[in-house]
């Protein structure tokens, strides 16, 4: 009985504070619920860019990689794979200021409209919400496919500093006096 106790004795604890946290989560402010959707934006972005990260390290040592076939044109993989990252880095930026700041416009402008205490499905429209889980089903089945790692980590670090651009809009939004005009 001493040992259930020592193993399963955090138990009530995790429930109470879950209880506790569902409680808080409930009734978020406006801002929070705007500061949440960037840091799950951000949470999302750093996951992509260390995984498309990871992806062009893995492609600097595969001879077969689009890396090491325009190696000529660089000097390396390494050097390609660079050339690569920034060029991926650029054009999150350029998504994220000019393509994600209309979604983000949106779904502010859509927690402004809602009314306290607002419930999390309440949060995001349907159509944002299948936007989002097509985007999750088609960056799942590019593991399947037969995709290069330097291809797959190249959209992976443009989508994901595009998040991460999109998050700071979003934390910009939250900050600012008058919601309307932040973005």
Same mark, same amino acid.
């Given at each position: 009985?001493?040992?259930?106790?020592?193993?399963?004795?955090?138990?009530?604890?995790?429930?109470?504070?879950?209880?506790?946290?569902?409680?808080?989560?409930?009734?978020?402010?406006?801002?929070?619920?705007?500061?949440?959707?960037?840091?799950?934006?951000?949470?999302?972005?750093?996951?992509?860019?260390?995984?498309? /990260?990871?992806?062009?390290?893995?492609?600097?040592?595969?001879?077969?990689?689009?890396?090491?076939?325009?190696?000529?044109?660089?000097?390396?993989?390494?050097?390609?794979?660079?050339?690569?990252?920034?060029?991926?880095?650029?054009?999150?930026?350029?998504?994220?200021?000019?393509?994600?700041?209309?979604?983000?416009?949106?779904?502010?402008?859509?927690?402004?409209?809602?009314?306290?205490?607002?419930?999390?499905?309440?949060?995001?429209?349907?159509?944002?919400?299948?936007?989002?889980?097509?985007?999750?089903? /088609?960056?799942?089945?590019?593991?399947?496919?037969?995709?290069?790692?330097?291809?797959?980590?190249?959209?992976?670090?443009?989508?994901?500093?595009?998040?991460?651009?999109?998050?700071?809009?979003?934390?910009?939004?939250?900050?600012?006096?008058?919601?309307?005009?932040?973005?």
């Amino acid at each position: 009985m001493q040992l259930f106790r020592q193993v399963y004795g955090w138990i009530p604890f995790f429930v109470d504070n879950f209880k506790q946290f569902l409680i808080a989560f409930m009734y978020m402010s406006k801002r929070g619920w705007i500061a949440f959707s960037g840091l799950l934006w951000l949470g999302v972005g750093v996951m992509l860019l260390t995984k498309g /990260l990871s992806l062009f390290a893995q492609a600097v040592l595969d001879p077969t990689s689009l890396c090491a076939r325009m190696s000529g044109y660089f000097g390396s993989a390494r050097q390609t794979a660079i050339a690569f990252i920034g060029v991926s880095l650029a054009l999150g930026f350029v998504k994220g200021r000019f393509v994600f700041s209309k979604t983000v416009r949106r779904v502010v402008q859509r927690i402004e409209q809602l009314s306290l205490p607002i419930r999390p499905q309440h949060v995001y429209s349907r159509p944002y919400l299948l936007l989002i889980l097509s985007m999750v089903g /088609l960056g799942l089945s590019l593991r399947f496919l037969p995709i290069l790692p330097d291809v797959r980590g190249f959209v992976d670090v443009a989508i994901g500093s595009a998040l991460i651009n999109g998050s700071v809009l979003f934390m910009i939004a939250a900050r600012a006096p008058n919601l309307d005009r932040s973005i």
